[in-house]
């Protein structure tokens, strides 16, 4: 029988920017996946973690909530990403500086779709099923739910889609694994715009957690075989 896998997707600066800044600079799309036999287990270990650094249950835990005084928790949090062999991570990051749309006669949509398919098809195996997981970020949601869809189907040729049997948008702050997932694409993101360290002390001992963990700077490609942390650095064409 196939094992079903959950596949848990969001994105940071991803709108198109007429003017480039430190802060909107980077697009970071990422997932994080899990066996769905196991989501249970890990949602109740990152439970566990919550209340061992005294946050309440329901608490949501985001890269913007990173602070001096959460930051054990957070740490904890990122240990235990690493720790387990039920996760793996993959990130596509593009420095929006570097794109022409007009030269090459696309728009930001169909660059962004592109990107998209370029994270995700990473983690598909068509040994394996697959659930989608966006994080809900406005009134497009249908539109771009479907076109990956189409996309992802249609590269594997799972007309049938037997392999990628579903995507759907979920609210972040009631899944845990997408709180993790925004931690981590927001240390990338933070890596990327600030290469000699930002201004939060908090926010750049997380990515230096992750950098000591992963063994990578988060400012380049990794090795495609890098399955547990992977991370993919688009470069434009001149």
Known sequence: MKKMINIYADESCHLESSNITEDNRFMVL??????DENKKTIFEAIKNIKEENKLK???????VKVSN??????????????????LSFRAVIVDKSQLKHKKFNHTHDQFYYKMYWQMLEWFIDPANRYYIYLDIKDTRGYIKVKKLHD?????????SREVIEKIQEVRSHEIVLMQLLDIIIGAISYANRYPSG???????????????HSEFSLTHTTSLGARKF?????EGRY
């Open 69 to 86: 005084a959460r930051l054990s928790a957070y740490k904890a949090l990122i240990d235990y990403f690493f720790e387990s062999d039920l």
């Open 151 to 159: 996309v992802l189907c249609h590269s594997h040729h799972d007309f």
């Open 230 to 234: 992977n991370l993919f650095c688009w």
């Open 30 to 35: 990422g997932g994080l996946s899990c066996p």
């Open 198 to 212: 930002g201004k939060s002390y908090a926010k750049q001992q997380i990515v230096e957690l992750i950098r000591k």
């Open 57 to 63: 249950c329901f608490s949501e835990m985001k890269w």
